[in-house]
T-cell receptor, first 112, second 112 residues
Framework: QQQVKQSPQSLIVQKGGISIINCAYENTAFDYFPWYQQFPGKGPALLIAIRPDVSEKKEGRFTISFNKSAKQFSLHIMDSQPGDSATYFCAASMRGAQKLVFGQGTRLTINP | DVKVTQSSRYLVKRTGEKVFLECVQDMDHENMFWYRQDPGLGLRLIYFSYDVKMKEKGDIPEGYSVSREKKERFSLILESASTNQTSMYLC???????????FGQGTRLTVV
């Protein structure tokens, strides 16, 4: 129940394409869903986050889509660029909880 | 900017050695975390601390211990390093009650 399942494990997209990474969860008590971006040799950094009272959040080329009934959320990267090549982690947290539960990670490669 | 600093980027230790990984944060965060990152397994929580001298086990605490004597510093200890502890170790911190975690740059530990 504490797990967050992320797919795919790796993804290759052409420059200018749309990258889509999916996550699913079981615990309906989760109420905060962030995405972290990690470049090689660096620690993960918060990219964008959503709470379940909205179905979509957009920041620049990055959009989170949230489907509460399906218990799924996804990250969409529009007009993908080589600089977006990184590992992406979804995560979830319960209200009042002090820790995040992370997905398995997706290694995204954008080909020029 | 929040800064989480891990004392070493790379470490090579011998089997059976006692290993100390150090982490310092400069934002007066109550919570500090140690994660382990392995390909395909995502970020797995080893231990976390929500106050000085307080600690809680995460998902994979076996073979590890922690110490938090000061608010800004959180140490991960491998009592007797083994080859299956070869991994990337990530420290993070967050405000109490706030789910956003800030990560250090990671320590890549190799046990030979």
């Amino acid at each position: 129940q504490q797990q967050v399942k992320q797919s795919p494990q790796s993804l290759i997209v052409q420059k200018g394409g749309i990258s889509i990474i999916n996550c699913a969860y079981e615990n309906t008590a989760f109420d905060y869903f962030p995405w972290y971006q990690q470049f090689p040799g660096k620690g993960p950094a918060l990219l964008i986050a959503i709470r379940p009272d909205v179905s979509e959040k957009k920041e620049g080329r990055f959009t989170i889509s949230f489907n509460k009934s399906a218990k799924q959320f996804s990250l969409h990267i529009m007009d993908s660029q080589p600089g977006d090549s990184a590992t992406y982690f979804c995560a979830a947290s319960m209200r009042g909880a002090q820790k995040l539960v992370f997905g398995q990670g997706t290694r995204l490669t954008i080909n020029p | 900017d929040v800064k989480v600093t891990q004392s070493s980027r790379y470490l090579v230790k011998r089997t059976g050695e006692k290993v100390f990984l150090e982490c310092v944060q400069d934002m007066d965060h109550e919570n500090m975390f140690w994660y382990r990152q392995d390909p395909g397994l995502g970020l797995r929580l080893i231990y976390f601390s929500y106050d000085v001298k307080m600690k809680e086990k995460g998902d994979i605490p076996e073979g590890y211990s922690v110490s938090r004597e000061k608010k800004e510093r959180f140490s991960l200890i491998l009592e007797s390093a083994s080859t299956n502890q070869t991994s990337m170790y990530l420290c993070a911190s967050s405000l109490y009650g706030a789910p956003e975690a800030f990560f250090g740059q990671g320590t890549r530990l190799t046990v030979v």
